[in-house]
């Protein structure tokens, strides 16, 4: 059996390159609902949602995350973002970065809502891919300029973005792993 919701699921992928083509206002504010449609514990809804289109910001948090990445001793992570064209964020035109408060639930409401945002990015036609990267040019030590640029509010902290935008190519979605699931 198929319904439309299914078949989000299970034919959503990762995209890594994006056209750069702008969104339209429409889908921003189809987005945007789809986010806020999300459950919470206790309907707390513990999160700020940043709809990001400002490219020339995107390309300055691409590039401060660049230079902390390329600087880790560790090149493990920036030899996989070259490998993948050398861009962090693919070319994406916009973001939904989702902040939370400090209770308990705000982090795992988020993961929720940032789920609702790439099935109905999908169903829009619309590649996405849910990037935590993001984290690295919010805890660099230009955090509290990209947060007041973001204007993320006081007493909210990051903790998942979406980087959303038409496929310039596709690919399938991952293989599922059944050994993952025990049946009771």
């Not at 300055?60 to 964020?89: Q, W």
């Not at 619309?126 to 030590?141: E, Y």
Request: proline residues 5%.
């Amino acid at each position: 059996m198929s319904t439309p919701v299914l078949q989000a699921i299970f034919e959503r992928n990762s995209c890594r390159d994006f056209t750069g083509e702008p969104l339209t206002k429409t889908e921003v504010d189809l987005l945007a609902k789809a986010a806020l449609a999300a459950p919470s514990a206790v309907n707390r809804q513990p999160w700020h949602i940043i709809m990001c289109n400002d490219k020339a910001l995107m390309d300055e948090l691409e590039s401060v995350a660049m230079e902390v990445v390329s600087a880790d001793e560790d090149k493990g992570t920036y030899n996989r973002i070259m490998e993948r064209g050398g861009k962090m964020f693919y070319n994406a035109p916009a973001m939904a970065l989702i902040c939370g408060d400090s209770s308990d639930w705000a982090v795992l409401d988020s993961g929720i809502l940032v789920e609702n945002l790439a099935l109905a990015a999908h169903s829009l036609g619309l590649g996405n891919v849910i990037c935590g990267m993001m984290r690295i040019p919010l805890n660099s030590p230009k955090a509290d300029h990209f947060a007041q640029r973001l204007k993320i509010p006081a007493g909210y902290k990051f903790t998942i973005a979406i980087l959303i935008g038409k496929a310039n190519t596709g690919k399938e979605p991952h293989e599922l792993d059944m050994t993952k699931v025990t049946f009771v």
